[in-house]
């Protein structure tokens, strides 16, 4: 508990963090505003489906690369400016002090994207309540919140997996972001030739399946379907993977 | 009381031997200082003892135990390595967050920063920090936990003249609590002021442990001599069978003798002498011949082993 408090804490003292949550929740609040101009404009007398308020939270999926990289900075950071060796002073036995950061890092990516949420949610109610008089609500945003708020947890995670494994800040996020925005992209598209359901198995493929749910997810060679029991398991095993490698990583660099 | 002990410690990376066959110990209520050039295995040794290094073979214990095999280390050994601060975070949250891993209050994340001397900087980035500020603010967290043992790398590096004195005192006053005081090197003149007992090593081996009275009791006296007559008193001295050396002008020399023996010998020829000083005894003169690359390594390091009475104390 001691272990994971100080994790919580290394993460909260440093800036970082802060500032990405700071550009997640302008992103997320500027989407919303965008959608609520839209309905806005397009009725005169606006009316609210549960596919709008779905819409309206799912500007909280900002929090999902962003909290990715303060994972991928959290772990490289301490190799980087060499506070790694406080831990392993204060705990020589390195599994719990892995684990203690895990679950940190879990803890602060639901409480990241539980605060972009509460902020949707305010901003929802409060325009809904005084435009349209009650918010529908169904399965649809209730898949969003808790999808939102998985993902993100697991994202922060796979971050900081990925920074273990590679250890080094600039080349760890660089790849993320280029995993985010290009390369997956690009390995979607011959897995797709070889089998549809093989796209499924990609992490970014995996997050817009969680978040629409057993909708169709439109690719460039056709659609196919998800369940969103499925692809939150392929986003845990994603997560639980890169985190046994991350780990192994970390336990095989501290000592030589 | 808690001794480190380095047992027939030995490290090899790859074909390279940072660390050969180290024994040495410190004990309780002393201060003993690691010297040696870089590169000649200090840091590696030390890494060893506090668990970030393991041994290719040889021990390296701190009262009898291996530092993985304690529950909580950080209570029995505070530790100052290079490094390890994240320059976005603020001094006293870098303690705090010791301070929560170890569990420890806040109270002794007072008294820590009242004994770096750095309260004054507790709500300032590190990122801001001098060199020294590190320091002391590794040192403060070094003592969070009020340990028996402290394991020092490089602790005088960037302090400034304040803060060497204040870690001079500091140390001494540590070592006569009853603490182990470890702290490696290479700033000898403070050093010196500063260590009861030494142990030099070079190229991984060691090459001398002694007590800090010892090892500057075996270095040959020497005194500057001014005196209006130079040249006589240079053959007599000379003649005599001392080392003489050129000294800072045409009047003075350097005499490798007891100024009493040069007083006397002088006196007896009728030399006049308007100056007669013993020269300090230098750690720095024995450190250079024992860490020479050339020089092969002695078969009896200890000039004699480290079992001293406590007088420099």
Request: hydrophobic fraction near 50%; include cysteine; proline fraction near 5%.
């Amino acid at each position: 508990m001691r272990l994971l408090q100080a994790e919580l804490l290394k993460l909260w003292t440093v800036r970082t963090p802060k500032v990405l949550l700071g550009v997640a929740a302008v992103i997320a609040v500027i989407a919303a505003a965008i959608q609520i101009i839209i309905i806005e404009t397009r009725d005169g007398d606006p009316t609210l489906s549960t596919g709008q308020v779905a819409g309206l939270l799912a500007g909280a999926a900002a929090a999902i690369p962003l909290a990715t990289f303060i994972g991928a900075v959290g772990a490289t950071s301490e190799i980087r400016h060499r506070t790694d060796y406080l831990n392993h002073l204060i705990t020589p036995t390195r599994v719990p002090q892995v684990a203690a950061r895990i679950g940190a890092y879990l803890m602060f990516g639901l409480a990241f994207a539980s605060i972009l949420l509460s902020a949707l949610l305010l901003i929802l109610f409060s325009w809904a309540l005084v435009r349209v008089g009650t918010v529908p609500w169904g399965s649809t945003p209730t898949r969003i919140l808790l999808g939102v708020a998985l993902a993100t947890a697991a994202y922060t995670v796979i971050g900081l997996a990925i920074g273990q494994i590679f250890r080094n800040q600039i080349l760890a996020v660089s790849l993320l972001g280029a995993w985010m925005f290009a390369i997956e992209g690009f390995i979607v598209l011959p897995l797709a030739l070889i089998d549809l359901r093989l796209t499924s198995l990609m992490p970014i493929q995996a997050i817009q399946a969680l978040l629409i749910g057993d909708a169709l997810v439109e690719t460039e060679i056709g659609a196919i379907s998800f369940g969103v029991w499925q692809t939150a398991g392929i986003i845990l095993a994603w997560t639980v993977s890169l985190s046994a490698i991350g780990i192994w990583r970390t336990l095989r660099s501290d000592i030589r | 009381m808690t001794t480190v002990a380095i047992d027939r410690l030995t490290k090899r990376f790859g074909q390279i031997e940072a660390v050969s066959d180290l024994s040495f110990s410190a004990k309780p209520g002393r201060v003993t200082a690691f010297l040696g050039p870089n590169g000649s295995g200090k840091t590696t040794t030390l890494r060893m003892l506090v668990g970030l290094a393991d041994p290719t073979s040889g021990t390296a214990t701190i009262d009898g135990r291996r530092y993985c095999e304690f529950e909580q280390p950080f209570h029995t050994v505070g530790v100052l390595l290079d490094g390890g601060f994240h320059p976005g975070r603020r001094a006293r949250d870098h303690l705090r967050i010791l301070a929560t891993s170890v569990g420890v209050g806040n109270d002794r994340i007072d008294a820590a920063l009242e004994f770096g001397e750095i309260g004054y900087a507790a709500s300032r980035r590190v990122g801001g920090f001098s060199t020294g500020m590190k320091q002391r603010l590794g040192l403060a967290a070094a003592m969070l936990t009020d340990p028996p043992v402290l394991i020092l790398d490089e602790p005088l590096n960037g302090l400034d003249p304040e803060g060497i004195q204040w870690l001079r005192q500091t140390l001494r006053n540590l070592a006569d609590e009853g603490r182990t005081v470890l702290l490696s090197s290479h700033v000898l003149a403070e050093t010196e002021q500063i260590a009861d007992d030494v142990v030099i090593i070079s190229g991984g081996k060691l090459r001398v442990e002694a007590s800090m009275n010892e090892l500057t009791g075996r270095l040959t006296p020497s005194v500057r001599v001014r005196t209006p007559q130079a040249a006589e008193a240079g053959k007599a001295l000379i003649d005599a069978g001392h080392v003489v050396a050129a000294g800072d002008g045409p009047d003075d020399f350097i005499v490798e003798a007891a100024a009493s023996e040069v007083g006397e010998l002088l006196g007896r020829a009728g030399i006049v002498l308007h100056e007669l000083t013993p020269q300090q005894k230098r750690l720095e003169s024995l450190y250079f011949q024992l860490v020479d690359p050339a020089a092969p390594p002695p078969d009896d390091p200890g000039l004699a082993p480290a079992t001293t009475s406590p007088e420099g104390s």
